[in-house]
């Protein structure tokens, strides 16, 4: 059995690598059928994975939640569920709502897909402007308290807002993105946590897939590939980003490891992060991204890292929402 984290202070044990089940769902990320999202999420389970991350908001018609139902049904005792609230489509735009009412009836659609009566982790999925984050907060208590959410989390939030949901709604995780390239959270987040005993559950860890190193230099995006529209893909970011996993590349290799395999295992070995959630299109891919469970990078290494990210300085951040 791969090695587990409690998820805050709760006894609910997950391996540090997750499953992000965003590609999936099939919205941005393209050629994805659904015979590829359930061998992913089958090939994830069978790698030793417990842990999957996904959301009310994963696929225009909750694919996301569905699947992990229909293909871990029969392992509901094995697995621990996160599935977030406060985001939904509208005319297929993604916006926030996170009234105490919405919140409650999502959740009943989101245990509903998901085959369930309860999931392990619910977050929100982001603060909405429009709710004070402690209303928000408020309606999962509520569900905690009545058993269908065991811990609570938050996505995409500043200290200020953390600490506004905690007085109201102990929370167990944060869920921020962060990578090598992306590490605002160490300022003031990552902190935060770490003094609260929250778990830090990090999305992007291979930065949408460019830190996979998979991508050539030339790569020309289908117009349908929802990343074009993050800065990282673009122009001198691109090139910047490029020159960093050629030096990524030479140190896997000194490693004889894969680069993605050598990125997760570099985050999951950070001060404060709990777990990498990993997306995925293909079974090869969380595979790959697994293997980062079985070892542990040298300080040598470590240094070795450390100092092509100092070289490459931070890349310009911004989340997904
Ligand atoms: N809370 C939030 O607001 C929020 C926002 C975003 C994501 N998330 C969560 O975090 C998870 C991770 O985010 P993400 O899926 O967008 O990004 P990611 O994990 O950084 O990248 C995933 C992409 O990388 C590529 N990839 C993965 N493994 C690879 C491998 N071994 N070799 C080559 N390519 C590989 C695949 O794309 P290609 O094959 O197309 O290159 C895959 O779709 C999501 O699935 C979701 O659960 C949460």
């Known amino acids: 059995m791969q090695p587990r984290r409690r998820i805050g202070k709760t006894d609910i044990e997950v391996t540090a690598v997750a499953l992000g089940c965003w590609p999936v769902a099939g919205i941005t990320s393209i050629d994805v059928t659904q015979e590829h999202s359930e061998a992913t999420v089958r090939a994830a389970f069978d790698a030793g994975i417990n842990f999957f991350d996904t959301a009310y908001m994963y696929g225009y018609e909750g694919e996301s939640e569905k699947l992990i139902g229909q293909v871990l049904g029969n392992h509901r005792d094995e697995i621990v569920i996160a599935t977030k609230c406060g985001l939904h489509w509208q005319d297929r735009n993604c916006v926030r709502g996170a009234s105490p009412k919405r919140i409650i009836a999502e959740c009943d659609e989101s245990l509903q897909r998901l085959g369930t009566d309860r999931v392990e982790l619910y977050y929100l999925h982001a603060p909405d402007p429009q709710v004070p984050v402690a209303e928000s907060a408020g309606a999962i208590l509520e569900l905690q308290q009545a058993g269908k959410v065991l811990s609570a989390g938050l996505s995409n939030a500043s200290v200020k807002e953390l600490t506004d949901f905690h007085a109201v709604c102990p929370l167990s995780a944060y869920q921020p993105h962060y990578n090598m390239l992306q590490r605002e959270i160490e300022e003031a987040q990552l902190p935060w946590c770490l003094e609260n005993s929250v778990s830090t559950m990090v999305y992007w860890p291979l930065m949408k897939g460019l830190l996979a190193g998979k991508l050539s230099r030339d790569h020309q995006f289908n117009e349908k590939d929802g990343r074009q529209k993050y800065p990282m893909f673009h122009g001198e970011e691109w090139d910047r980003n490029h020159d960093f996993i050629d030096r990524l590349r030479e140190i896997a290799d000194g490693l004889g490891r894969s680069v993605p395999d050598m990125v997760i295992a570099w985050t999951i070995q950070r001060h404060g ?49």
Do not use: H, M, Y
């Open 273 to 321: 992060i709990t777990a990498a959630l990993c997306g995925a299109k293909r079974p090869e891919q969380i595979r790959e991204s697994a293997t980062a469970l079985t070892w542990a990078l040298s300080a040598d290494a470590v240094s070795a890292i450390d100092q092509a990210i100092i070289d490459r300085g931070p890349a310009v951040s911004r989340g997904a929402v």
